[in-house]
C-alpha cells in the first residue's frame, strides 16, 4: 500500500498525524513492524511503530517510514532525516494505531492473495468452470457465465438461491433486484439502446 494511501485511510478514521522528515508518498509498504530500538537495517518496505520514547536516531541513514505515538518530543530534529516520521499524539494508543494501520495494510494482501488466485485458476487448464468457482469464493458473490444468446455457460452461487429468485426460463430472464425481468423489452414503444434490432 502506498504510503499516501495508508496516511490518507487513517485520516479518514480520525488519525491527524504531524509529518516530519523526507516523504515519499509513492513509497508501497508492504508490512508492519514494532520498533526495536537495536536495530540497524531497516527495510523501506516495511512500516516501523514505535513510541516517543524511544525513536529512531535523526541521523539515520536509512529511507523508510516510522510512526509513533505518546509524548511530544523536539521534533524539529527531525525534520531532514532520510526517513518519513508520523507523529500520532499522545491521545492515541500504540496499539490502537498499530491494529489501525495493519487493517489497511492486510486488506491490500487480501486483494493480492485474490489476484494471484485468479491468475493461477486462469493459467490452470482447469476451464472456465474453475476459475468462475474461484472467482466466485474470492468475491463472495454469485456469479453466471451466459453467451450472446444468453444461455448458460457457468454457473457458481455461494449459497442456494430461494425458488422466488431461480430463473425460471434460463434462456430469457435475468436478475434485477431479486426479480426476474426480460432481457429486451419495449420501453415507451421505443426499442432499448441495447437490444439488437429484429
Same mark, same amino acid.
Given at each position: 500500500?502506498?504510503?499516501?494511501?495508508?496516511?490518507?485511510?487513517?485520516?479518514?478514521?480520525?488519525?491527524?498525524? @504531524?509529518?516530519?522528515?523526507?516523504?515519499?508518498?509513492?513509497?508501497?509498504?508492504?508490512?508492519?513492524?514494532?520498533?526495536?530500538?537495536?536495530?540497524? #537495517?531497516?527495510?523501506?518496505?516495511?512500516?516501523?511503530?514505535?513510541?516517543?520514547?524511544?525513536?529512531?536516531?535523526?541521523?539515520?541513514?536509512?529511507?523508510?517510514?516510522?510512526?509513533?505515538?505518546?509524548?511530544?518530543?523536539?521534533?524539529?530534529?527531525?525534520?531532514?532525516?532520510?526517513?518519513?516520521?508520523?507523529?500520532?499524539?499522545?491521545?492515541?494508543?500504540?496499539? *490502537?494505531?498499530?491494529?489501525?494501520?495493519?487493517?489497511?495494510?492486510?486488506? @491490500?494482501?487480501?486483494?493480492?492473495?485474490?489476484?494471484?488466485?485468479?491468475?493461477? *485458476?486462469?493459467?490452470?487448464?482447469?476451464?472456465?468452470?474453475?476459475?468462475?468457482?474461484? *472467482?466466485?469464493?474470492?468475491?463472495?458473490?454469485?456469479?453466471?457465465?451466459?453467451?450472446?444468446?444468453?444461455?448458460?455457460?457457468? #454457473?457458481?452461487?455461494?449459497?442456494?438461491?430461494?425458488?422466488?429468485?431461480?430463473?425460471?426460463?434460463?434462456?430469457?430472464?435475468?436478475?434485477?433486484?431479486?426479480?426476474?425481468?426480460?432481457?429486451?423489452?419495449?420501453?415507451?414503444?421505443?426499442?432499448?439502446?441495447?437490444?439488437?434490432?429484429?
Amino acid at each position: 500500500m502506498e504510503h499516501s494511501v495508508l496516511l490518507s485511510e487513517l485520516k479518514e478514521k480520525g488519525y491527524e498525524p @504531524l509529518i516530519f522528515g523526507k516523504e515519499h508518498p509513492a513509497r508501497d509498504l508492504l508490512f508492519a513492524r514494532l520498533w526495536d530500538p537495536a536495530q540497524t #537495517v531497516f527495510d523501506p518496505a516495511a512500516l516501523y511503530l514505535g513510541s516517543t520514547s524511544q525513536m529512531p536516531d535523526p541521523e539515520t541513514d536509512s529511507e523508510f517510514t516510522f510512526f509513533c505515538c505518546g509524548e511530544p518530543v523536539d521534533f524539529s530534529r527531525y525534520g531532514r532525516s532520510p526517513f518519513t516520521l508520523a507523529y500520532f499524539g499522545s491521545a492515541v494508543s500504540q496499539a *490502537a494505531l498499530f491494529n489501525a494501520s495493519l487493517e489497511s495494510i492486510s486488506r @491490500l494482501q487480501e486483494i493480492s492473495a485474490g489476484m494471484h488466485l485468479l491468475v493461477n *485458476a486462469l493459467f490452470s487448464g482447469n476451464g472456465l468452470q474453475y476459475l468462475v468457482d474461484t *472467482a466466485a469464493q474470492i468475491f463472495g458473490n454469485p456469479i453466471y457465465v451466459v453467451d450472446l444468446q444468453h444461455n448458460d455457460l457457468c #454457473v457458481h452461487t455461494v449459497r442456494e438461491i430461494p425458488c422466488h429468485l431461480r430463473r425460471p426460463d434460463p434462456g430469457q430472464r435475468f436478475f434485477h433486484r431479486g426479480k426476474p425481468v426480460r432481457l429486451y423489452q419495449r420501453k415507451r414503444d421505443r426499442l432499448h439502446p441495447r437490444q439488437p434490432p429484429g
